[in-house]
């Protein structure tokens, strides 16, 4: 099993920025699929970005040109760069890591006011 562990989250007005990182307690480097999921209140858990081990990126439609997925392997993190952001970004954000693990983090707040 692997722990992952996700931060950056918080506050900001809308048209502001903030960077999520999602850091796993074991080796990512041959998990093919990471990605990130958000829940806003009253809705179902929705994918938002992912990225394979080689790099490729894909991004729902809503947040394409505003939000930027990466990964680094030496440090078995993947992150969620938010630019632009909108209220109607405000969510609990997740990570997901793909097999071998299949595991998802705990969590983290995005508050985007108007």
């Known amino acids: 099993q692997v722990q992952l562990v996700e931060s950056g989250g918080g506050s900001v007005q809308a048209g502001g920025s903030l960077r999520l990182s999602c850091a796993a307690s074991k080796s990512i480097y041959q998990v093919n699929f990471m990605g990130w999921y958000r829940q806003a209140p009253g809705k179902q858990r929705e994918w938002v970005a992912s990225i394979t081990s080689g790099g490729r990126t894909n991004y729902a439609d809503s947040v394409k040109g505003r939000f930027t997925i990466s990964r680094d392997s030496a440090k078995d993190t993947v992150y969620l760069q938010m630019n632009s952001l909108k209220p109607e970004d405000t969510a609990v954000y997740y990570c997901?890591?793909?097999?071998?693990?299949?595991?998802w983090g705990q969590g983290t707040q995005v508050t985007v006011s108007s």
């Open positions: 997901y890591v793909g097999t071998p693990y299949n595991s």
